[in-house]
């Protein structure tokens, strides 16, 4: 069904299907018509791929990725949208929608299912208020994934984009670059969603490689180090590490010197390769 951004379409499908937004569920549809084939075309959606979409709406995004890839898996948790989507997007052959939380699947199962003999592509508008877990579940679950292309609010992209080793940086920053890198694409208006947020957005792409995760040896423990080191930022790695973790701060100060970097150093200035080091000696 073409014309899912034309907000008077839009209104008459939920009207007839007695759908109304959810606060709770962060939905925010799309109606500037230019955002979801870009999205598309960036985010791989294309012959010889398999992409798997988060939260559906109304299938605006579904649509553009269908026209596109091998195959679409969509996992949408509101059971209101689904007679939607079999009307907006049921024409598509090489669609499947999985009603269920994303948080709550098999991933690494349910892409090996759904995309056999297919590279697999992640493309989603993600709720703001979810944007992380989601992220981090996708990365961790050990699924084969070339690239994640989400919409999310315009100063986590900033953050998840962020040179580590700055103060813009954060622990998801360092977990991004520890599974691949990260690109912003484009920034969307908020004038882009119906209803329109508070914030503006960004789409940003994620390019999944083993650029650090072969340099970690422990990467539960260097993953508990940077959670502890950024839940104090403020404070030196001294004080935060042997706070949260109990190491014997005299000992901390003696692994920092050894490998070249300051007792006063915060967990913000080090870089991925200092991160990685100083888990090594740590663990």
């Known amino acids: 069904m073409e014309n899912l951004t034309n907000i008077q379409v839009v209104r008459t499908i939920m009207e007839k299907h007695g759908f109304h937004f959810s606060k709770k569920l962060g939905q925010n549809f799309l109606i500037n018509p230019s955002v979801c084939p870009r999205i598309a075309e960036m985010g791989n959606a294309a012959p010889g791929y398999g992409v798997l979409e988060i939260g559906t709406g109304v299938g605006v995004l579904t649509h553009e990725l269908a026209k596109r890839a091998e195959k679409v898996c969509a996992v949408e948790v509101d059971s209101r949208l689904l007679p939607i989507l079999e009307e907006t997007v049921g024409e598509h052959e090489n669609l499947h929608i999985i009603h269920s939380d994303i948080l709550k699947c098999d991933l690494k199962k349910l892409i090996e299912e759904e995309f056999p003999g297919l590279k697999a592509a992640v493309c989603a508008n993600l709720p703001y208020y979810i944007t992380t877990p989601i992220l981090m579940y996708l990365l961790e679950s050990g699924a084969e994934i070339d690239t994640i292309t989400v919409m999310v609010q315009k100063e986590v992209a900033d953050k998840l984009e962020a040179k580590v080793g700055t103060r813009d940086a954060g622990a998801i920053t360092v977990a991004l670059n520890y599974y691949g890198t990260v690109k912003k694409l484009f920034s969307v208006s908020r004038g882009s969603f119906m209803p329109a947020p508070n914030v503006d957005s960004a789409v940003i792409q994620i390019t999944t490689g083993n650029q650090w995760r072969d340099k970690v040896n422990d990467p539960k423990h260097f993953f508990r180090m940077v959670r502890a080191g950024f839940q104090q930022r403020r404070k030196t790695l001294v ?14 100060a003696e692994i920092l010197r050894k490998i070249g970097l300051s007792e006063t150093a915060r967990i913000e200035s080090l870089s991925m390769e200092e991160l990685c080091i100083l888990s090594n000696s740590l663990s």
């Open 239 to 252: 004080n935060a590490l042997s706070g949260i973790m109990g190491y014997n701060k005299a000992e901390l």
